[in-house]
């Protein structure tokens, strides 16, 4: 049964960093497509980047040149690195699994078959 377990979150100073990590029990094998994605207290979960296994990326336009998505195969794990962050940025964070393509991310969240529970990152200017 699949299951993704996020962690790294925190409470950081604007222009800091955090890495965030996901670990996907039972998925993840030869072929995946991940992404993370983010809620503030009042809005709608948006996409925040990502990734498949033909090395195909995607970043929404806020947190381009800031914040990078990774996977390390051997350990099943999803990252996302975020540098330079901004009070804006202060959400929870999820990571799910099992999207078409890495354009789901910004257009159709909906078909992501699988979420993590979340972890918080809050930023202070």
């Known amino acids: 049964q699949v299951h993704l377990m996020e962690s790294g979150g925190g409470s950081v100073q604007a222009g800091g960093s955090l890495r965030l990590s996901c670990t996907a029990f039972?998925?993840?094998?030869?072929?995946?497509?991940m992404g993370w994605f983010r809620q503030a207290p009042g809005k709608e979960r948006e996409g925040v980047a990502g990734?498949?296994?033909?090395?195909?990326?995607t970043y929404a336009d806020a947190v381009k040149g800031r914040f990078s998505i990774s996977v390390d195969n051997a350990k099943n794990t999803l990252y996302l690195q975020m540098n330079m962050l901004k009070p804006e940025d202060t959400a929870k964070y999820y990571c799910?699994?099992?999207?078409?393509?890495?354009?789901?991310?910004?257009?159709?969240?909906?078909?992501?078959?699988?979420w993590g529970q979340g972890t918080q990152v809050a930023v202070s200017s």
């Open positions: 799910a699994a099992d999207c078409q393509d890495v354009v789901d991310v910004a257009v159709r969240k909906g078909v992501f078959g699988y």
């Open positions: 039972e998925y993840m094998y030869s072929s995946y497509c």
């Open positions: 990734i498949d296994s033909d090395g195909r990326l």
